[in-house]
């Protein structure tokens, strides 16, 4: 089943970062996988900009092995003929080099312009005002915000501030990638899509949900900013608290950018502040061939973490008394990113106590290998009586929907969603305040204590402390896929 290509209009998209990391093997890539699928009009042009001095020729050379690497781009035609509708302009968010060249490269064409802030985020303030001042938006333009948007709840305002100041809030994009992934927007068609599963979302049914984003890689080339951001800036914040929130929201009247994003917006408003003992904080060490966090981040002191786990609740009458259990970490031992709903056990089981006590669990696997599974308890084969197992209803994606579905990366979705001018998959002003505003009384927290975080062996599942967090409640973690 191939995925269905949705026209978009013509377009210009400014890569401001054109040359940076994210351009290279994110945005440049996605929008040459979009090209081939024929979702790039005619005359739609991609402009690099950035400060290093490239003709477009040089930037097409820069381009080309890039694409190849991470696009799976192959020498011949579509390669060159996408090429040919890249510019590159050299400028300086914070000079004035370059702005009049691009005001000329956009002069007189009559189409959606968007604007991708892939830069630094001290550089989103000077783009903005320039893209202001030198008039190259109209009502119809966009920017894409990438993370991270801000640090705390008092940066974020004033980005939030300094960025309604040039742009409506409906030409903003901040971007979370993560809900850009087929299987996240699958959560809404599983539960808002069928009968099955709504009337058991609640506190009645459910025991608890837990939510793990397992990466094995370390902080690679980003220690200066990750050890001043930590796992819970950089991922519980936005990547898991979407997650949370889609996972959790009410149905929304309709599926439309501000119905959806009004309810994750009282998801996150609903949540309770954390306990001190609810958190388990941690940082790898080395072993295994490779370096522990703090000669990766050059600090051999520091106390940022690299692992975060923490039990939270909602306040709200559909999941009082249901924890949320997620955690997030470096350097564990799979890439493995999953959301569990466990349900209650059965009230009683007919079955007697050789039987066993089973419970239904669903499974939403983001990453690798998207794909939902549920657990259900059949009867062991064989003869000598009724015992339980629990067998997997399997549904992967690829299996299911065959090997053609091909289904769009989560920045390919997102860029088109921004030429569609959708909005819906993107975070709002609020939600992202209402985020720092749970987020940073933890972080105040700690730091007032003067936690430091705990030590991990590499490509493990944590500190057992984490472990821990579940066993005191009778649970467990599933595990986490090598
Ligand atoms: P990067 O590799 O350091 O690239 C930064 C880009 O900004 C370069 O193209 C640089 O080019 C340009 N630049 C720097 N100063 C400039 C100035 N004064 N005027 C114009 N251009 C300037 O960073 P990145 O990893 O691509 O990240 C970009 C943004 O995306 C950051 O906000 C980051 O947090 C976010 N992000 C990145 C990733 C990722 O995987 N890389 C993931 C999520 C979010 P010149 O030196 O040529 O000017």
């Known amino acids: 089943m191939a995925s269905r290509v949705i026209p978009v209009e013509a377009f210009d998209l400014v890569v401001f970062g054109g040359t940076g990391d994210l351009a ?79 005001s000329t490269l956009l002069e007189g064409h009559d ?25 190259l938006v109209d009502p119809a333009s966009r920017i894409v915000v990438e993370k991270p948007f801000g640090r705390d709840l008092e940066t974020a305002r004033a980005l939030n501030k300094v960025l309604c100041r040039h742009f409506a809030e409906g030409q903003i994009y901040r971007i979370d990638h993560y809900l850009g992934k087929e299987t996240v927007q699958n959560l809404m068609a599983v539960r808002f899509g069928n009968m099955l599963f709504e009337p058991l979302w609640n506190a009645q049914y459910i025991d608890h949900i837990q939510i793990t984003v397992a990466e094995t890689v370390g902080v690679g080339g980003r220690g200066a900013y990750y050890n001043k951001a930590g796992a819970m800036r950089d991922m519980m914040q936005n990547h ?31 949540l309770s502040s954390v306990e001190p003992h609810h958190i388990v904080r941690g940082q790898y060490t080395q072993g295994d061939g490779v370096q522990g966090f703090r000669e990766d981040v050059d600090d051999p002191r520091s106390k940022t973490e690299s692992f975060i786990a923490l039990k939270c609740h909602l306040s709200n009458w559909r999941w009082a008394s249901t924890p949320f259990y997620l955690r997030t970490g470096k350097r564990l031992k799979g890439r493995d990113s999953q959301i569990t709903v466990v349900f209650k056990d059965a009230p009683h089981s007919i079955f007697g106590p050789d039987a066993g006590r089973h419970n239904n669990e669903l499974t939403i696997q983001l990453q690798p290998n998207e794909g939902i599974t549920l657990d259900v308890t059949i009867k062991e084969p064989g003869q000598g009586g009724m015992r339980l197992i629990d067998v997997p209803l399997d549904m992967s994606f690829a299996e299911a929907l065959g090997p053609d579905a091909d289904a769009p990366g989560a920045y390919e979705r997102l860029i088109m969603d921004v030429i569609r001018g959708n909005q819906t998959l993107f975070m709002r002003d609020d939600e992202v305040e209402a985020a720092w505003a749970w987020t940073d009384p933890i972080i105040k927290g700690w730091e007032a204590r003067g936690d430091v975080p705990k030590p991990y062996d590499s490509f493990t599942s944590g500190p057992d402390t984490a472990q821990q967090l579940m066993r005191r409640d009778g649970r467990e973690w599933r595990g986490i896929d090598p």
């Not at 890539?29 to 402009?47: D, E, H, N, T, V």
């Not at 949370?244 to 009282?266: G, H, N, T, Y």
Request: aromatic letters at 12%.
């Open 24 to 102: 290279r093997r994110k945005i440049l890539p996605a929008l040459f996988k979009r090209y081939c699928a024929g979702q790039m009009p005619g005359p739609s042009r991609l402009i690099g900009a950035a400060r290093s001095e490239f003709t477009s020729d040089d930037y097409r050379d820069f381009v080309r092995p890039a694409l190849k690497e991470f696009g799976e781009a192959e020498e011949g035609t579509s390669l060159e003929a996408f090429l040919n509708q890249i510019e590159y302009v050299t400028i300086d968010a914070r000079g004035s080099t370059g702005w009049q060249e691009l």
């Open 240 to 270: 898991l608290m979407q997650l949370l929130c889609l996972i959790a929201m009410e149905p929304p009247a309709q599926f439309e950018p501000d119905s959806v994003r009004d309810e994750k917006l009282k998801v996150i408003r609903a």
């Open 111 to 135: 189409r959606i312009r968007a604007f991708y802030f892939s830069v630094g985020p001290g550089l989103f303030k000077d783009l903005a005002e320039r893209l202001h001042g030198y008039r």
